[in-house]
Each structure stands twice: as structure tokens, then as C-alpha cells.
């Protein structure tokens, strides 16, 4: 290892960082006595102070007046890099609030580790963008240049599941194949790999634009916002009858990267010309209110957390809990609820995988081992559709949350 190099898994969801020691893999503490690091920003408007990780999530919760910011690794190749915004005395693009966090991330190592790193081993998604090449390689742009802004010399870069596959000891078996199913915040990751002594051969690595930021649009969407007035009606103010609540703002509302851009004055005019001409005027009084009080964060940590819980075994029901918008308002959900509102995405992964087998001129039967990666691979109906796919495989859970840093702990004692 070059004692300078490490590690990062910049995550939509969570980030981490590791290094190999002693020829094991060593995740350094981010955060007091945790491995990971929510990838979240608050700017607190109160103190002039930038929070990142679990403070910046408990800044949001705890109702602190400021600006949140979460799922940056999907702002990566988008326009939205280059707009730049005011905020706590400072004019910043995306490219600066995503090196703000790469660099805590570099200076928490290096205080960690009581030593320097000047280049990172960084993970990355197979396809950022999938089916547009050019906003991939945009992307992969952006976050070269997020890392130098970081303060980082240099930066290489490995994919995702061929990192998860080396931390998996698919080097120690020789001539199997064997198919990584990254499922993470924002992408879906599928690499197929063959063990040649020593290394590893990936025969096929493909990608989509999945994860489970979408898991979370999608219940919302279904479950939350027609509390908020989705799908139901409003007054034709230019003649008679009625038209149906337009979708877009409730897509936005539902989808992490966009919340931050939801509380423009524009925004909340034209929410309140949807309550005066609106059939069910108290569904978009609380619609005014998630503006007014910028609650569409909290909305969405209140979906996952529901989205959690339901997905637990021995739970066939659970509540997202809204009472941040009025006390005792709750959307109930059932296991079919969840697998309904997942199914396309579950149906889309599967398809990607099989795309994979045919890059690479194999079937199904020839993969001995499917190994899932990424919190997101833990939902049920994920791995229900992936076996009722692969019968014949061994089906393998590594450590949902770790397994990419620790083979990119384990790849950066030999780069460079």
C-alpha cells in the first residue's frame, strides 16, 4: 500500500472510509464510534456553521433553521452542478458542497489515522446515468473534480461491485463465476466476474439508475403524497369542470436531491392557487403547510424509516408517521402495499442482471454465486426476484453497508 491512498465509498445514502492494516482491511471511525457517515449537509442559518453527517440529520430533525442537503452523489453529470446559490454568506455550486464533504471525510481520516492521504481509491456506480453516455462521463468528471477540490493530488477510480467482490474472497476460489448485485441509494450495480488465481476477471459489468432513493420516491408518491393532495381535483378557473392536481410538484416534493429547490416563492404561490380552486381544500392546507415550514425532509426520512419497518420478517403492516405535519396523521402500509409500489423497480434490477449474463454470452445456470451489496439489497422483494431468477446460484448477503470500502480498503494497498 501507498501509505497515502485511501480508500472512500462516496455513497448516495452513506459514505465510509478504510485502509488496509496488517493486510485486513481497517475502516477508519468517521463519526465517534461509527464506521459510516450519513452523506447529509446542513447549513445552519443561526450559527453560520456547515454540519455534515449524522449532525446535519439531527440539525434537520431537531427543526434548526437552515438548508439540508442529502443524495449528492445524484446531482453528479446533471446541470445542477453549476447552479450556484447564496447560502450562510457564501455563493456555492454543487462541485463545492460535494468537495465540502469529501474533504471532511479526507481530514477525519487523516486525524483518524495520525497521517496524511493525498490520493483516494474512490468507488464508483457502473453507470451513473443509464443510457445517456455523455451525462455518465460528465459525471465521472464532476466527481474528479469534487475530489481535487477536496484537496486530494489525485484520484482513481474501481467499480463499485468489483470492490465488493474482492472484499467477498472471490479470490479465493479459482474458475467460478460469480454474479455482485450492488443495490445503493441512487444506482443498481451488477458486475460478473470469473477468479483467475490471484485476480479477478470481470466478464460483465452493467448498471441502472436505480436505488433506493427510488424505492423511497415510489412509496411516497403512492402512499404519502395523495395526502397532500395527488390525484385529486381542482377547479377549472377558466371554465367549468375540473382538472387533476398536476403530478410534477409531488414528484419533486418526494425526491431527495430536488427538496432542497422546492421552497421558492414561485413554488408556494402556485401551490396556494391550487388550494383556492382545490375540491378537497384541507389536502393542500397541508400542502401550504410542508412548504411553509420546509417539512418535505423530514416526509422523507419518515418513508424510510416506514419503508424499514415494513420490510422487517416478522412485520406484515406499518405506519409512516406524519404528525410533523399535523398530530396523529399517518399512512398506513402492508407488505403487498410495499412489494406494489417496488415492483417495477424489483422487475427493472432483475432484467438489468439478465443483460449482464448476455454481455457476456452466459446463462443463468452458469453463475455459482449471486452476492448482494448495499443496504437497498436487503428489501424482501429484492432478493425474492433475484432467486426466483437464479434458482440454481448460491445466494450470498456480505455486509450491506461495508463490503465496497472494504475492498477498496483492500485495492488501495496496490494503487498507484
Not at 445552519?44 to 440539525?59: M, P, R, V, Y
Not at 452542478?81 to 471525510?105: C, N, P, V, W
Not at 464532476?142 to 484537496?151: F, I, S, V, W
Request: glycine share 8%.
Amino acid at each position: 500500500m501507498t501509505s497515502n491512498t485511501l480508500g472512500i465509498d462516496f455513497g448516495t445514502s452513506n459514505s465510509a472510509a478504510g485502509v488496509l492494516v496488517n493486510d485486513k482491511p481497517y475502516l477508519i471511525e468517521i463519526e465517534q464510534g461509527k464506521q459510516t457517515l450519513p452523506t447529509s449537509i446542513f447549513f445552519d442559518f443561526e450559527t453560520q456553521k456547515t454540519l455534515i453527517g449524522s449532525s446535519a440529520n439531527s440539525a434537520l430533525i431537531r427543526g434548526e433553521e437552515g438548508r439540508f442537503m442529502r443524495a449528492l452523489k445524484s446531482v453528479l453529470g446533471t446541470s445542477l452542478m453549476h447552479e450556484k446559490r447564496r447560502i450562510i454568506g457564501q455563493t456555492l455550486s454543487f462541485y463545492d458542497i460535494i468537495a465540502m464533504f469529501l474533504k471532511q471525510l479526507k481530514t477525519r481520516a487523516e486525524e483518524t489515522c495520525y497521517q496524511e492521504f493525498d490520493y483516494a481509491l474512490s468507488g464508483r456506480p457502473v453507470l451513473f446515468h443509464s443510457n445517456d453516455a455523455t451525462k455518465d462521463a460528465q459525471a465521472l468528471a464532476d466527481l474528479t473534480k469534487c475530489y481535487e477540490l477536496a484537496g486530494f493530488k489525485g484520484v482513481d477510480f474501481l467499480y463499485e461491485p468489483e470492490a465488493a467482490a474482492i472484499a467477498n474472497g472471490a479470490l479465493e476460489t479459482d474458475d467460478s463465476i460469480g454474479l455482485i448485485i450492488d443495490i445503493g441509494g441512487g444506482t443498481s450495480d451488477f458486475s460478473l466476474f470469473k477468479t483467475k488465481g490471484q485476480t479477478i476477471e470481470i466478464i460483465a459489468s452493467h448498471g441502472v439508475r436505480i436505488g433506493g432513493t427510488n424505492f423511497d420516491k415510489s412509496i411516497s408518491i403512492d402512499h404519502v403524497m395523495p395526502l397532500l393532495g395527488k390525484g385529486t381535483e381542482i377547479k377549472n378557473q377558466f371554465g367549468s369542470g375540473t382538472l387533476t392536481a398536476p403530478n410534477a410538484i409531488f414528484n419533486d416534493l418526494a425526491t431527495w436531491e430536488k427538496i432542497p429547490f422546492m421552497y421558492s416563492q414561485d413554488t408556494r404561490n402556485s401551490v396556494a392557487q391550487m388550494h383556492r380552486m382545490a375540491v378537497e381544500k384541507p389536502l393542500f392546507a397541508r400542502l401550504e403547510s410542508v412548504l411553509e415550514h420546509e417539512l418535505a425532509h423530514e416526509i422523507a426520512f419518515a418513508v424510510e424509516t416506514g419503508k424499514i419497518q415494513i420490510n422487517k420478517a416478522e412485520q406484515d403492516s406499518a405506519k409512516i408517521d406524519l404528525s410533523i405535519i399535523e398530530p396523529d396523521l399517518m399512512a398506513a402500509i402492508t407488505r403487498n402495499h410495499l412489494n406494489a409500489s417496488l415492483s417495477e423497480h424489483a422487475h427493472q434490477i432483475k432484467e438489468c442482471a439478465l443483460e449482464t449474463l448476455k454481455m457476456a454470452d452466459c446463462t443463468v445456470d452458469d453463475v455459482h454465486t449471486v452476492i448482494f451489496v448495499g443496504g437497498s439489497s436487503l428489501m424482501s422483494i429484492i432478493g425474492d426476484t433475484i432467486k426466483v431468477a437464479f434458482p440454481q446460484a448460491k445466494h450470498q448477503y456480505s455486509d450491506a453497508f461495508t463490503a465496497i470500502v472494504d475492498g477498496l480498503a483492500i485495492a488501495a494497498a496496490s494503487s498507484r
